[in-house]
């Protein structure tokens, strides 16, 4: 056949993905005019020598064509005869996965399973984990609001014992660094393009469904630290390691006819969690530091690669201590550049909030849609968008955070439980709501449907808003926020990847893992990594499985827990406290409380 096969690349109009294009020709024609990143199904010529465009997002399979079979082989979907046309070129055949058909396959079920933890069933199950502790608990996260401000931000002004420092000897760390470095991991590009993406693909109404999620997130994130205390242990350098590994191991595992399926559930998380650490935690994020700092200061990949392998080996290989201590200095700092630069920007555009109020709640419920298929299509999609961005930027049921949380000097689970409400707070309600407003009263969406508007790329739509306001130092001020919550972010997950890593095969083999974390710096840096991000992201969405399994079946344990605390700190009654699962760890606990209770009374009395 006189067919002439190409390939191009764009995005995909639903979720912002990179896709592939493929198009045909005559090849007696040589002259093809070019096509801009529009991937709707159109017709570059008039007349017989029509060129047609077909193509399919890798991500959510949205097809840009009406037709669902090739014309070319009638009967196969488009995409498959592109691919493996027989009379194709060889470039068609091998362009994205080699000669090896098999990564064929191998792609289509990371993608099946990508959309079973990211899609309905995913983000249903972290829905309704959220709102089924928020009623167990009566809604602590709103009932208890003053509360929990009081003693989480409020507490690093007012208790010196929440920001002070550990001795030598004790391989914990304080409540204030085991907050900023679970802020670290949480807090990262996600907050910048993620809440782009959701507008995009959601329209501003997405917003809405972030804060949702993000609300009923904020006791799941309770639950997670609550038990990541209550369940924790000592290895042999003293130090404390929980997570979702430990409560499903010792507390689901606990369950009469569970202790098979706690452990099994307990491997497979640690096993995700250590494959996305590489993945979501490592090379993309190094990606994205290593391409805007080249873009907007023209860095080599590689010198950039090697500046942050370098930087990375000293943070890591000290262990959790340096990394805090790093932490508690980067995570304020890079929140309140990020911070003052979007409040900047939305108090130059005030005027415009109210419109952009009014537009995230209207589009929300779709209230400008005509028509009833228009109408449910929509509140789909904005919902969705909304869930899964707000998933991504918060991280509350992936289990993650609490790995660090548990690491606390702090002897009370609540107390733990209070500082992971005010990280989804943080994170999602103030940091993401500021990216969003940034957008949305610049003028660089349409505040109806949140179409991107003339002349801007989707995928850079906070550093359009950010040019329009400070010009030329836009894109630097983006790029140097990305390094900062990108960067915050490997070290975060730097530390999960090693508690994984320790609960499958000790002290020793995290060790090794660390060496091979830093190392993994410079690959980030200098490759492409369509496929890794791909894979992380699955492995990050896999994670969340088996630790809400976990959080669901110790629902009650974290009740419990809640009720014994209030009623020994609120109203004042002698009872024994639940402070560890396990009988040493509360007598030791008990024994440090009554000699620190004896000095305070020993001071007092002087």
Known sequence: ?????????????????????????????????????????????????????????????????KNDTCPVDSGRPIWYSLRYERNSSNVLRNVIF????????????????????????????????????????????????????????????TNKDVTAHTSKEDMAISQFQSMCTALAGTIGTGNIVGVATAIVSGG?????????MALLGMMTSFAENVLGVYYRRK??????????????????????????????????????????????????????????????FHLPYLATGLALMVVTALIVIGGLKRVAAVTEKLVPLMALF??????????????????????????????????????????????????????????????????VNSASNVKEPVHQGMWGVFEVFADTIVVCTLTALVILTTGVVDLESGAVLAGVQDNALVGQAFTAAFGSFGPKFIAVSILLFAYSTTLGWSHYGTKAVEYL??????????????????????????????????????MMIPNLIGVLALSGTVVDITRNYFARRVRGEDIEPMWSAFEEYQKEEEAEAAAEKAELEKAANK
């Not at 058909?101 to 995913?122: D, H, L, R, Y």
């Not at 005030?350 to 419109?355: E, T, V």
């Not at 190392?519 to 699955?538: E, H, I, P, Q, R």
Request: net charge positive; charged share 15%.
């Open 1 to 65: 056949r006189n067919i002439k096969w190409n390939i191009g690349a764009s995005y995909c109009i639903n979720c912002v993905s990179t896709v592939r294009i493929a198009w045909r020709t005559p090849v007696v024609k040589r002259g093809m005019q070019k096509f801009s990143a529009v991937l709707l199904c159109k017709s570059l010529n008039a007349g017989k020598e029509c060129i047609k465009i077909y193509a399919e997002c890798m991500i959510c399979h949205a097809r840009t064509t």
């Open 98 to 157: 080699g000669k090896e058909k098999c990564m064929e396959q191998f792609m289509k079920i990371n993608t099946a399973v990508n959309g079973f933890v990211w899609g309905p069933f995913g983000l249903a199950l972290l829905f309704c984990t959220g709102l089924w502790l928020s009623v167990r608990t009566g809604f602590f996260q709103f009932r208890r609001m003053g509360y929990w401000l009081k003693h989480t931000i409020g507490a690093i002004f």
């Open 204 to 212: 501003p109404g997405a917003i809405f469904w972030m804060w949702v």
């Open 235 to 296: 290895n042999e350098k003293g130090e404390w390691s929980g997570g979702a590994m430990y409560y499903l191991t010792d507390g689901l595992g606990a369950k009469p006819g569970c202790k098979a399926v706690g452990r099994v559930l307990a491997v497979l998380f640690a096993c995700f969690c250590i494959l996305a650490s590489f993945g979501i935690g490592n090379m993309s994020q190094i990606n994205s530091i290593a391409g805007n700092m080249n873009a907007a």
């Open 338 to 403: 990020y911070v003052a630069g979007a409040l900047i920007i939305v108090v130059m555009h005030a005027g415009n909030i109210p419109a952009a109020l009014a537009a995230i709640f209207k589009g929300a419920f779709n209230l400008n849609a005509a028509g009833g298929g228009a109408l449910g299509y929509g509140i789909s999609q904005t919902i969705t968008w909304g869930f899964k961005r707000g998933a991504f930027s918060n991280e509350a049921g992936l289990g993650s955070a609490v790995m």
């Open 505 to 542: 095969f000790g002290t020793a083999g995290s060790r090794i893992y660390k060496v091979v974390f830093v190392c993994m710096t410079v690959v980030g840096a200098t490759m492409k990594l369509g496929l890794a991000w791909d894979l992380s992201d699955t492995f990050n969405g896999l």
